[in-house]
């Protein structure tokens, strides 16, 4: 099936079509004996359906599918339910599903009697697009994510449906401007009794100035009566002059006076208006609230059971005789194999990360056991590890312990929030700093050295792209977060008699967090990048934001490529598995040539037919021609196939047939395997392995020194916890200090020199024109003359 996945992505009637359609297989499927829609009469036929009716397997369904939506719409107050045909992939054809608009939400169900328990999907109207494909054919989509392609048994039950989603839509996204505009933003119980003493205390002051609205009118009345009797006698007409300026001006007042009143009644109304609005969105946000925690305590119980569930099968299939102990995953599909959402088993959103038996666990001993070896100094330590490893590099670190986190009751209070300025314990940590992580961009440096071997720039581009995409490869089961480096912490990577290579990177900023990183070849190439991280917690899950150009510059012939990262996502925060996923464009550019290469990472999708973490590319000229296609995965390995458009042929088609061609596929790079009991060591590849390993000759702000993440690689995280505590606790001091001696010198006029870092400086990159940090040298003339003096003490 999965060549026939291949030959035919869905069902629409051109071989490159983007989105399944609901018409004939493509004449490739049918040649490999794999029958679509129309294709065979056993199976149900779309062309077949619409004629006879003909319900799953030749079946006959009721009278008119969807013909119940009527009545019995109106009957279970929904908008409209009945009947519908929806694809469900190439085995199974269009199947009968029961279809309920209701809400501006569209659900299915396998049945009527199956709406009291389980509904098999439901796709949003206010963000869904409706398209009509033919008379009885139409299509609901939200942008990829989910895709119904639904068939009517006539042409005026389509337009029926197509006109009742049509207006539930409009209603869906007029309720969600309404929400909008009503405010959607959490309102605490705190704020909702300071808004209604508020209004008392307005409303009470009201009061006092209408009682003295009444008073002054009560006054005012009896003066102008008084002055008005003082007018009638006979007095000098100096007086009566006076008296009259008297009646005037208290006339004034008691119209200014009843201006002020009818002002702070119309304050008080406005007030009381906007109180409705806070009132109801508060209340909107507390059912959501509560709603949230009532799905996610359900969540939580189905998990727990689906996962005891699942490790019995594991035991049960790895006992059982001729099975050899190999489980397969169910929630792990093999790339190509097809997925039904219509199955009988259950499955979860995101694929199972790997799940080692207990029997290969990892009896830790009295040297990472918590408090065993607290007599003796970590410098003690570190020497001693700096004494093995000096020998060979080292291919093990401690096992992770198994210490139980409630992660959700510290994330649950970080929706919204820049995770980098939350404090976090180290156990969602690995044990390597960011500039660390930032190194492992090199595992495959090997793809860069043949890159500076090519003689052609297109050629070369090939390398660069699969050099981008391999440094995604080693985040597929890392779902820890590495360190947050301290400002003006440092990470040396010396390999250059073993790989011709030297990078050194700097944390340059705190807030937000960047690093900047340099790396030079003798193999004839140099990388550069600036990266600033920001990430967003959602709720369900974690977005993952580089900031920041890349630079690679080749020497022999002055190619200069740039390009920006990808969003990495993590997912299932909440509740299930971890797993990440990596989505977006990078667009890597030749500045001399005007060569590019367009990546696209496709975001996985459980209902999606295509293989996970896809990515595609395309090596164009600067006139726009293709050259060269990329296809692969970033967590295993990319492709490249030569374009050589056909005789008589320019087009996507010619392409196609060369692209197909196994012959003039060219394998880029494939991904290492990962070390023997690498899900007990963070899932680190061999290059991590050695990252933290002691080096004699490093700077003292070098992430190798780092005493918390020393403490938490030796498995002794109570005490890593509270080590990181002080450091976060020294470098605020430090932040503290710099900004009292900023303030001072701006009230004394002084000049005051801002943090710069010690071995980057900011400049105007001529190329992006952007303002970077770059390498200004220095670094590996100090360490080899040992000569630290100019490093803060950070640690």
């Not at 079509?17 to 004996?33: D, F, V």
Request: proline share 5%; hydrophobic share 35%; aromatic share 8%.
């Amino acid at each position: 099936m999965a060549e026939l996945r291949a030959a035919a992505p869905g069902p629409g009637a051109a071989a490159a079509a983007a989105l399944p359609g609901p018409m004939a297989l493509p004449a490739a499927a049918a040649a490999a004996g794999g029958p679509g829609p129309g294709a065979a009469p056993a199976l149900p036929s779309p062309a077949g359906a619409a004629a006879s009716g003909a319900g799953p397997g030749g079946v006959t369904a009721a009278p008119g599918a969807g013909s119940a939506s009527g009545a019995g719409g109106s009957a279970s107050g929904s908008a409209r339910e009945g009947w519908l045909f929806k694809w469900t992939n190439y085995i199974k054809g269009y199947q009968r599903r029961w279809f309920v608009l209701s809400n501006g939400l569209l659900s299915y169900y396998r049945s009527k009697a199956e709406m009291r328990h389980t509904c098999r999907g439901t796709i949003n109207l206010a963000t869904a697009n409706i398209t009509v494909e033919d008379s009885c054919n139409f299509i609901i989509s939200n942008g990829g994510a989910q895709t119904y392609h639904l068939k009517a048994s006539s042409e005026v039950e389509r337009q029926r449906w197509v006109t009742a989603l049509e207006l539930a839509k409009a209603k869906a996204v007029k309720m969600l401007e309404e929400s909008d505009d009503s405010g959607d933003e959490s309102v605490s119980q705190t704020d909702k009794t300071e808004l209604q003493s508020t209004l008392r205390t307005l409303s009470s002051k009201v009061e006092d100035l209408s009682t003295c609205n009444d008073l002054i009118a009560k006054h005012g009345t009896a003066l102008q009566r008084s002055l008005s009797e003082l007018e009638t006698l006979r007095l000098p007409a100096e007086s009566t002059e006076k008296i009259k300026q008297v009646n005037e001006r208290a006339t004034l007042f008691r119209i200014t006076s009843n201006a002020m009143i009818n002002a702070c009644r119309d304050f008080l109304v406005l007030a009381q208006t906007h109180s409705k609005k806070w009132q109801k969105s508060l209340q909107h946000e507390r059912d959501q609230r509560i709603r949230l925690e009532e799905t996610l305590e359900q969540l939580a119980k189905q998990h727990n059971h689906l996962e005891r569930a699942f490790r019995g099968a594991t035991v049960l299939s790895a006992n059982a005789p001729g099975t050899g102990g190999s489980v397969k995953d169910p929630c792990c599909p093999a790339k190509g194999d097809m997925s039904d959402e219509d199955d009988d088993n259950e499955f979860f959103d995101a694929p199972e990360i790997i799940t080692m038996p207990e029997s290969m666990g990892h009896k830790r001993t009295g040297s990472n056991i918590s408090g065993t070896s607290s007599d003796i100094s970590l410098d003690d330590q570190y020497k001693h590890q700096l004494e093995d490893t000096k020998k060979e590099k080292r291919t093990r670190i401690p096992y992770k312990p198994n210490y139980s986190l409630n992660l959700w009751s510290i994330m649950k209070n970080c929706i919204g929030k820049e995770l980098s300025k939350i404090p976090m314990p180290v156990n969602f940590n690995e044990p390597l700093s960011m500039l660390q992580r930032l190194t492992e961009d090199l595992e495959y440096h090997e793809l860069l050295d043949r890159a500076a071997k090519c003689e052609s720039s297109l050629e070369q581009l090939c390398y660069v792209a699969a050099f981008t995409v391999s440094s995604y490869s080693t985040t597929v089961f890392r779902t820890s977060k590495p360190f947050n480096p301290l400002l003006g912490e440092t990470f040396e990577l010396d390999r250059l008699e073993e790989n011709g290579y030297r990078s050194l990177c700097e944390q340059v900023c705190h807030h937000p967090p960047a690093a900047a990183h340099h790396v030079d070849s003798k193999h004839g190439w140099t990388l550069r990048q600036e990266i600033k991280i920001t990430s967003k917690f959602r709720g369900k899950y974690l977005s993952i934001m580089p900031l920041g150009t890349i630079h690679c510059v080749f020497h022999s012939t002055g190619n200069h490529y740039t390009w920006k990262k990808v969003t990495t996502t993590v997912h299932n925060i909440i509740v299930g598995k971890l797993w990440i996923d990596q989505s977006g464009e990078i667009e890597i550019v030749n500045h001399k040539t005007g060569d590019k290469c367009i990546l696209k990472f496709v975001p996985y999708s459980y209902f999606s037919r295509d293989v996970a973490r896809k990515v595609t590319g395309e090596v164009t000229d600067p006139a726009g021609k293709v050259h060269f296609v990329l296809l692969g995965t970033w967590d295993e390995k990319m492709d490249c196939y030569k374009v050589i458009p056909g005789v008589g042929d320019n087009g996507a088609e010619g392409r196609q047939r060369v692209h197909e061609a196994e012959e003039s596929r060219v394998l880029l790079w494939k991904r290492n395997p990962l070390p023997k009991y690498a899900e007990n060591m963070y899932y680190f590849s061999e290059l991590a392995l050695t990252l933290n390993a002691p080096e004699s000759g490093t700077a003292p702000t070098d992430s190798r020194r780092r005493p918390d993440q020393r403490l938490m690689e030796n498995g002794r995280w109570d005490e890593a916890n509270a080590e990181k505590q002080r450091l976060e606790e020294k470098q605020r001091i430090s932040r503290k200090r710099r900004e009292a001696e900023a303030a001072r010198a701006t009230e004394d006029g002084t000049p005051y020199d801002p943090y710069k870092p010690l071995w980057f400086e900011r400049k105007k990159d001529p190329i992006t024109q952007e303002l970077t940090h770059v390498y200004k040298g220095g670094y590996w003339e100090s360490k080899e003359k040992q000569d630290w003096t100019l490093c803060p003490d950070i640690f």
